[in-house]
């Protein structure tokens, strides 16, 4: 196994996009950034340099972080930002997955821009699961603001209102010829005819989830979050922001070019959102470019219509694992997590400037009606292993509160979430299920909740109220998919699980930023019962303080 080593500089660079050219923050000047391509079992020594005027940290998303918590990288949970003018290295290993993963930055919506592939091959010497591609590319969706997407959020935070949504979407940070000025940057993807070609898709949008297919051509699905999975074809993907999905092509269609094209899947009814599509050409090389690249459009696929949650979820559905797996049973740790937005009632004719949403109230989301606040003076993982009081509190509750009929009609005076920085504690070696339900509250709408230092399994998922009697009977125990973010289906449930087998302090959350800010997340703490984390080394001595 190799050890990889890298320097990302993060420094404001100016991108030109969308007929303007804005500032934009940049590893090394790099809009996406560096892909790191990595062998399984191979170590990655990533030194970040922080040139740049905000805060900034990174996170290895779908990385197990077996033991490396230190290295995990959102801001606040385990460690400190980095301050303009320092820097962390960032060191850990790649054990045991394959596949597609990608990094970004984890603080504030600094990740609109800063973020890249990170494509994980088999050990060296060993081959892919499935006939090896004649090639292969990255495929980034992403989102752009014509606008500083820090100044974005930090209005909305100001406001209490739902923050502007993007102005365009993005492949491999190019929106493509259907917007203006974008005709010279469209990401091109040439091929030779009779060719197999494996497109590691990522979705990288920050607060979209997105419908993606290709003119003409079948995908077959062979990974996603970096674990192979039983191939199935498709000629649409859905994927939530965090999501990956690699896919084989075949160039066996008549010399052309194709659109690739993404566009959302809106699920929450009468939320706005961007109604755009982006694009990015399959280009048949032996096609004489005179007649076709200039004067015709290429040809166009048709994609499900922006509400179109039946194939948002026979997508999600069609995953398995190659073979029967281990579940884990005898569950130790049996949770029921609802996951929500909601609108926080201020108070009666007060004209609060952070009063600015729907009705004088402001925007919220809670898990288990907790509103999760990042702490500021320590990070978790920092507080946790120091024993520092005062920092969290351990009773994030296994229940919601209060019983009702989640995907109802719900009164949302039954629902206002009390905030704070409220962990759970799973021991060292425990079995998790976790039932995430989402709610009504406000709006229902698809959330793409991930957990960070563990794969799970989905067991099942579905419409409405999960129900312990019947719903039971549906779990996949045989040769469930092994995902890090799980796309809970808009009033619906997923049941996922998984053994608590590596020590720290990790956060669930929901992988639209917009909902993280409001306070979608909430944290486990993996140790070994007496408040020591198992074998976690001390902490590395350049970690940022606060
Ligand atoms: Cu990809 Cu906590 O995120």
Redesign the pocket.
């Known amino acids: 196994a190799k050890t990889h080593h890298h320097n990302f500089v993060v420094q404001a660079t100016k991108v030109k996009r969308l007929c303007k050219t804005h500032n934009a923050i940049t590893v090394n000047g790099q809009f996406p950034g560096p892909t790191l391509d990595v062998n399984n079992g191979d170590t990655l020594v990533i030194n970040v340099v922080n040139k740049a005027r905000y805060n900034v940290t990174f996170?290895w998303?779908?990385v197990r972080q077996m033991r490396t918590a230190w290295a995990d990288g959102?801001e606040f949970i385990t460690q400190c930002p980095i301050r303009p003018g320092g820097s962390y290295t960032y060191r850990f290993r790649i054990q045991g997955q394959e596949g597609t993963l990608?990094w970004?930055a984890?603080s504030s919506w600094l990740?609109a821009t800063v973020y890249g592939a990170l494509i994980i091959r088999p050990r060296e010497g060993e081959s892919y699961p499935f006939a090896k591609p004649n090639h292969e590319t990255p495929i980034l969706l992403g989102e752009w603001w014509d606008a500083n997407p820090i100044d974005v959020i930090r209005e909305a935070t100001r406001t209490g209102a739902a923050p502007n949504i993007s102005n365009a979407y993005t492949i491999n940070g190019q929106p493509g010829d259907l917007y203006n000025c974008s005709i010279k940057g469209t990401t091109i993807v040439p091929v030779n005819s009779g060719e197999s070609i494996l497109l590691r898709v990522i979705n990288s949008a920050l607060n979209q989830q997105l419908f993606f297919t290709i003119a003409n051509h079948k995908f077959t699905v062979v990974g996603a979050d970096a674990s192979y999975v039983k191939p199935f074809t498709t000629s649409v993907l859905m994927l939530g922001?965090?999501q990956t999905t690699d896919v084989l092509i075949k160039s066996d269609q008549p010399p052309a070019r194709y659109y690739m094209a993404a566009r959302a899947y809106a699920s929450a009814q009468g939320a706005p959102f961007d109604n755009t599509t982006t694009t990015a050409i399959l280009k048949y090389n032996s096609i004489p470019c005179k007649s076709h690249c200039n004067s015709s459009k290429p040809i166009m696929p048709t994609l499900p219509a922006f509400n179109d949650t039946r194939t948002a979820s026979a997508f999600t559905k069609s995953f398995r694992s190659p073979r029967k797996v281990e579940v884990p049973t005898d569950i130790d740790e049996n949770l029921f997590i609802t996951v929500g937005l909601g609108l926080l009632n201020c108070p009666k004719g007060s004209r609060a400037r952070n009063c600015q949403g729907p009705n004088g109230t402001r925007f919220t989301a809670s898990m288990n009606n907790v509103s999760f606040i990042l702490p500021s003076n320590f990070s978790l993982l920092q507080a946790h292993h120091q024993g520092i009081p005062g920092v969290f509190t351990t009773d994030f509750p296994a229940a919601p509160p209060v019983k009702f009929d989640y995907t109802g009609n719900v009164s949302r005076s039954l629902w206002q979430p009390i905030r704070g920085t409220k962990v759970y504690n799973l021991k060292f070696g425990s079995k998790v299920q976790v039932v995430l339900q989402g709610t009504s509250i406000f709006t229902a709408e698809n959330h793409p909740i991930?957990l960070?230092g563990y794969d799970f399994y989905i067991i099942a998922e579905g419409f409405g109220n999960f129900n312990p009697k019947t719903d039971t009977a549906k779990f996949n125990l045989i040769d469930p998919p092994l995902r890090n973010?799980a796309s809970l289906p808009v009033n619906g449930w997923t049941v996922i699980r998984f053994v608590a087998d590596n020590p720290g302090v990790w956060?669930m959350?929901c992988?639209l930023d917009v909902h993280?800010g409001w306070g979608l997340a909430m944290v486990f703490v993996v140790d070994n019962g007496v408040g020591e984390l198992q074998t976690l080394d001390a902490p590395p001595t350049d970690l940022p303080v606060c």
């Open positions: 996170h998303h779908g959102p990608w970004h984890h990740r922001p965090g991930h960070h973010t956060i959350h992988h993280i």
